[in-house]
């Protein structure tokens, strides 16, 4: 995974003299390189928790805000709601969490290299669960769905931890809820300055369409939209990464 992540440039110069203040005026547009690659992330979230929510047996693997109140529901016997599958997955992103923590500590002003190496593991994660998918029929409660679980919330845990130590506002790429928070209480009916809407909603409009198109994917089979979120990070790794390290400070 080092020459992988090192191909793209992650030990060049202008990757190691990265310019995150350039990067923090740049994100503020949706024509950013940066904030484009993390709204196709945030589509990618919607498919993740599409499949998994109604293909795994009602869990979340990125949104674990949902996992621990379906947790509590399990737990109370109310609704039928499983127990070890959201203990699964909240476990599985804990690691993962921890792990990318590992990369930000070791890569944390090498911007470029560590964006290469999280969306790495987050492809051979989730194209690893697509195959999965695709050659063994899974159904909810059995040993192949918790893998699965297993693998998509570890390598959402790495991308959520990676994401934060990058620190674009209202692009977790995870969970909506303090960027919907922001959206309504700075917008010019509540007497702010309406800054930043375009970027909130965009992320918005992703995670929502990402949700919907992984719904009705699923309906073709479990495989296809883990196997595009698989696809689409790659394309986002192969088109960002090379432009993050071209331009060293990514300004737009």
């Not at 990402?210 to 994917?217: D, E, K, R, S």
């Not at 073709?220 to 689409?232: G, R």
Request: include cysteine; aromatic fraction near 4%; charge should be positive.
């Amino acid at each position: 995974m080092n020459g992988v992540a090192g191909s793209p440039g992650a030990a060049s110069p202008k990757a190691a003299s990265f310019d995150e203040a350039a990067l923090m005026r740049g994100v503020a547009s949706v024509r950013h390189p940066l904030t484009q690659a993390l709204l196709a992330l945030t589509f990618t979230t919607g498919l993740v928790d599409a499949a998994s929510y109604l293909g795994l047996g009602r869990v979340f693997t990125a949104n674990m805000t949902g996992n621990v109140v379906l947790l509590g529901f399990g737990v109370a016997r109310a609704g039928g709601l499983p127990v070890v599958a959201p203990i699964c997955s909240l476990a599985a992103f804990v690691l993962g969490s921890a792990a990318g923590g590992g990369l930000v500590t070791r890569l944390d002003k090498r911007h470029p290299a560590l964006v290469a190496r999280a969306l790495v593991i987050e492809v051979v994660l989730v194209g690893a669960s697509a195959i999965l998918a695709a050659v063994v029929t899974i159904k909810p409660g059995d040993a192949a769905a918790y893998v699965v679980i297993a693998l998509l919330a570890f390598a959402m845990g790495v991308r959520s931890t990676a994401v934060r130590r990058i620190g674009v506002p209202d692009l977790s790429t995870v969970v909506l809820t303090m960027t919907l928070s922001t959206l309504a209480s700075s917008s010019r009916p509540a007497g702010g300055s309406g800054a930043g809407t375009v970027r909130r909603l965009a992320a918005v409009i992703a995670m929502f369409t990402g949700a919907l198109t992984g719904a009705l994917l699923l309906k073709v089979s479990l495989f296809v939209p883990l196997a595009l979120a698989a696809a689409i990070g790659l394309l986002t790794w192969l088109i960002y990464v090379p432009v993050a390290v071209r331009r060293g400070s990514v300004s737009s």
